[in-house]
């Protein structure tokens, strides 16, 4: 099998929505790109369809899909949202902010893992939209990355992953914000934060109050941290090894060190100048890294460098989802001041 790739200039746009479309009414797989990271898509209504997204992206069935919609009756048809929550989310959708809501029947076992409860997103992209608009249904879609891999956030990079996977994919460049939404839980008092992503918390807090955040939202649980280890398993993680420093001044001692010579540093514009070797900068401005971040994974991995070490960045407005996604991408966090360079020798074995 291999993907058409539908292009979006403008004598095409109309032309490659419709195949597109067609494509998710006959129970296919469709990538898109939404304003967070792309997409990899089916008809929610339709089990079928929806395993072929599992299978595309190596998923494991207990991970369920988020399903997009384009209008306020789609949302009615898939989820129960009380009338409160519904005059919010006027305000705010489309936008990258994702409720996890009670889901009705019209929603099948297999895209909520077999639970009772969905997530809900419409997005804030007129591909997207136009895409669910024409194919009448809401779309399941999860990020198109590979399992366990970096978001994919430029179309050329989807193409490269999924071409032999997918039905088609829609060529539509880089993406607005590069990291996913952010996902609330609304089934309970006070709403929670499952992840942190592109809809900032400040925002959040402005909207519904004081939300609370869970305990996994900060990306630690699933690394290695130094001394403190308990690795369970990794996420948008790029193939090569890479070394969050927190501390950073920590990280510009390091990036600046003979020792670093095997590493690609993953820094800001600011840090830049400290790195003796090889660099990637991600930006001047947490928008900007964000932006640049998933790319930069993979950049990381076409590059000759062993490993990679980033730093950290502040958790406020998107700097939240960033850090989340830094620390889970991480092989090993390193976290206090001590032998950074014996914990680092005895990681790049
Ligand atoms: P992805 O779109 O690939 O970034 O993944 C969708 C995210 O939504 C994953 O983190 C899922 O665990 C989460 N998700 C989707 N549906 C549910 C649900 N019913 N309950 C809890 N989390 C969900
Ligand atoms: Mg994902």
Not at 10 to 32: C, P, Q, R, W, Y
Not at 152 to 170: C, F, G, P, T
């Amino acid at each position: 099998m291999s993907a058409s790739i539908l292009k979006i200039d403008e004598k095409d746009l109309h032309k490659s929505l419709d195949t597109a479309a067609n494509i998710i009414k006959n129970g296919g797989t469709v990538v898109f790109p939404t304003e967070t990271v792309y997409g990899l898509g089916a008809n929610a209504y339709d089990p079928e369809a929806c395993l072929k997204i599992f299978k595309a992206k190596n998923r494991p069935a207990d991970n369920p899909l988020i399903v997009t919609v384009s209008n306020f009756d789609m949302v009615n048809e898939v989820a129960y949202i009380d009338a409160d929550l519904l005059k919010i989310m006027k305000k705010v959708w489309p936008g990258p902010l994702t409720l996890l809501l009670k889901k009705k029947d019209s929603i099948p076992s297999i895209v909520a893992s077999g639970m009772d409860t969905v997530c809900v997103r419409f997005p804030d992209n007129q591909i997207a939209l136009s895409l669910i608009e024409k194919s009448g249904v809401p779309i399941a879609a999860p990020s198109a990355n590979l399992s366990t891999k970096p978001s994919i956030v430029d179309s050329n990079d989807a193409i490269e992953d999924l071409k032999d996977r997918v039905d088609a994919i829609i060529d539509a460049g880089r993406v607005r914000y590069g990291v996913e939404s952010t996902i609330l839980d609304a089934t309970k008092k006070p709403y929670e934060l499952l992840r942190p992503g592109a809809f900032s918390v400040e925002d959040l807090n402005k909207l519904f109050g004081k939300i609370s955040i869970n305990e996994a939202a900060k990306g630690y649980k699933e690394s290695k941290v130094a001394l403190t280890p308990g690795m369970k398993y990794r996420h948008y993680a790029p193939s090569k090894r890479l070394f969050l420093i927190e501390n950073e001044e920590q990280f510009k001692k390091f990036i600046s060190s003979e020792r670093s010579k095997p590493f690609t540093a993953l820094c800001s514009e600011e840090n830049a100048k400290y790195a003796k070797y090889e660099k990637i900068i991600l930006g001047s401005d947490i928008y900007e890294v964000a932006h640049n971040l998933f790319y930069a994974f993979r950049e990381l991995d076409k590059g000759n460098n062993k490993f990679g070490v980033i730093q950290s960045f502040p958790e406020n407005s998107i700097g939240f989802g960033v850090m989340n996604r830094v620390r889970k991408a991480s092989y090993l966090i390193i976290k206090e001041n001590g032998d950074l360079n014996g914990i680092i020798d005895a990681n790049i074995q």
